[in-house]
């Protein structure tokens, strides 16, 4: 994980890797997060999405909904899956936030 | 999109969002990227993972299966799992080839 990216994409790739296995090194097993670390991780590096809240009730929301098979540690894959969510919804608040542009040049949502 | 991102994580998803919107806004429609933009995007910023293969075959491959609806061009959501993809299988490239960390600590993957 040493060399630089050579693009947005390639560094975008190299944060989350990194981000996932920060926290996922810290107990247990290495290579998937717990519900502590999970916590830790929405709370320090996804804190302004998650309104900074103190209990665990989203966390717990998160952890549940993201455990597919139900273990109790949320795998790099299912991590993926939840910062692949959060990307999609970040995007459509942008857009919808620029409602102005939309139609410009004939270029508007085909459907 | 001016606010500063607090954390790598919200890097990398400005950085997702940025870039599919540095293409896909060259012709078309706005949101989305047409063939012609997906190759740009794919050399451009993934070359190193492509191969900078100067031949359409890997791009016309990527269309194909990102294209779910079949309209020639790919959504932000169909660019996510792409990326997504990419992403999960860089990982489990840098974990394959650290196979003597894997035992340490009895902390290697449950089954």
């Known amino acids: 994980m040493s060399k630089e990216p050579s693009s947005n994409l390639e560094s975008a790739m190299q944060m989350?890797?990194?981000?996932?296995?920060?926290?996922?090194?810290?107990?247990?097993?290495?290579?998937t997060l717990s519900r502590g670390e999970l916590k830790e991780l929405l709370t320090e590096e996804l804190g302004s999405y998650l309104g900074n809240s103190k209990d665990n009730e989203a966390v717990e929301k998160v952890m549940n909904d993201l455990d597919a098979n139900n273990d109790g540690e949320?795998?790099?894959t299912e991590f993926i899956i939840l910062m692949g969510a959060l990307t999609v919804a970040c995007n459509d608040f942008f857009l919808d936030s620029k409602p102005e542009d939309k139609g410009k040049d004939g270029a508007g949502k085909k459907d």
Do not use: A, M
């Open 74 to 76: 949320v795998d790099f």
């Open 16 to 31: 989350l890797i990194k981000t996932f296995h920060k926290y996922s090194g810290k107990e247990g097993d290495k290579y």
